[in-house]
């Protein structure tokens, strides 16, 4: 069986992008790739978790960030010889010029409104765009 590709979302406390990143990568991990995708508690990686270390450094990974800090990209990339695929929400503000967090519903960290929850099946879409790239690297 081949390696999963780990999904660590930043913690993004107190802030609406952390929780986009984190139901993106719960859509990606349950519903679009269960069994070939998984994620990990940013906090083990800080913390230094033996076997959350060692799980990263055998399979590849990719890092969704909320903001510019890229807290998740900057600890995967502290503990794992193979560089994380970097991700962050502004990423999809560049790609999808109509969307303007200004002119939508992002909603909060407890409640996405209508914008916050487009933005996570986009984000979602773009985890699963690289993880077919990553399969196919692999074969």
Same mark, same amino acid.
């Given at each position: !069986?081949? =390696?999963?590709?780990?999904?660590?979302p930043?913690?993004?406390? *107190? =802030?609406?992008?952390?929780?986009?990143? %984190?139901?993106?990568?719960? &859509?990606?991990?349950?519903? #679009?790739?269960?069994?070939?995708?998984?994620?990990?508690? /940013?906090?083990? $990686?800080?913390?230094?978790?033996?076997?959350?270390?060692? $799980?990263? %450094?055998?399979?590849?990974?990719?890092? /969704?960030?909320?903001?510019?800090? #890229?807290?998740?990209? =900057?600890?995967?990339? #502290?503990?794992?010889?193979?560089?994380?695929?970097?991700i962050?929400? !502004?990423?999809? +503000? #560049? =790609?999808? %010029?109509?969307?303007?967090?200004?002119? +939508?519903? $992002?909603g909060?960290?407890?409640? $996405?409104?209508? *914008?916050?929850?487009? /933005?996570?099946?986009?984000?979602?879409?773009?985890?699963? %765009?690289? !993880?077919?790239?990553? &399969?196919?690297?692999?074969?």
């Amino acid at each position: !069986m081949k =390696k999963p590709v780990i999904i660590i979302p930043c913690s993004g406390i *107190g =802030k609406a992008y952390g929780t986009i990143c %984190r139901e993106a990568v719960y &859509e990606v991990v349950q519903n #679009r790739r269960p069994g070939i995708s998984r994620t990990l508690c /940013l906090a083990l $990686l800080v913390k230094g978790d033996e076997e959350a270390i060692a $799980l990263l %450094r055998e399979s590849p990974s990719i890092a /969704l960030d909320g903001c510019s800090k #890229r807290c998740s990209y =900057k600890n995967i990339e #502290r503990v794992s010889p193979k560089p994380p695929i970097p991700i962050t929400v !502004m990423d999809l +503000f #560049r =790609k999808h %010029r109509d969307l303007n967090p200004n002119d +939508f519903d $992002l909603g909060t960290v407890l409640h $996405l409104g209508e *914008g916050g929850r487009r /933005l996570v099946h986009l984000l979602a879409d773009e985890v699963c %765009r690289y !993880m077919d790239r990553i &399969e196919d690297e692999d074969e």
